[in-house]
């Protein structure tokens, strides 16, 4: 769950972000989540049950680990061939 400041001509700086399966405020400096944070905006699509839905989500590492090891198949996890 991220919360915005408001600021001149319609822009937007991240101010504040939790998780929301434990509701821990995430390190937030100068508009950057500054730890890790699974942050997903997903829309589903017409052949779901949500279609015309989007759902928007944040989840603190912790929480994010918890939640894949309750998986029965396990992600495909792979390095980033370069870092920006
Ligand atoms: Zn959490």
């Known amino acids: ?3 915005y ?3 001149e001509q319609m ?3 991240l101010a504040k972000v ?8 995430l390190v937030v400096e100068d508009g950057i989540v500054k730890e890790g944070c699974f942050s ?3 829309e589903f699509d017409y052949f779901s049950n ?27 996890i792979s390095e980033t061939k370069e870092f920006l």
């Not at 929480?63 to 992600?75: A, L, S, V």
């Open 40 to 42: 997903i905006d997903y």
């Open 50 to 76: 949500k279609d015309g839905y989007i759902y928007s989500l944040d989840l603190c590492e912790e929480c994010f680990d918890k939640w894949i090891k309750g998986f029965d198949t396990q992600p495909k």
């Open 18 to 25: 939790f998780c929301n399966q434990c509701g821990k405020e």
């Open 11 to 13: 822009e937007s700086e």
């Open 5 to 7: 400041i408001e600021k």
């Open 1 to 3: 769950m991220r919360k």
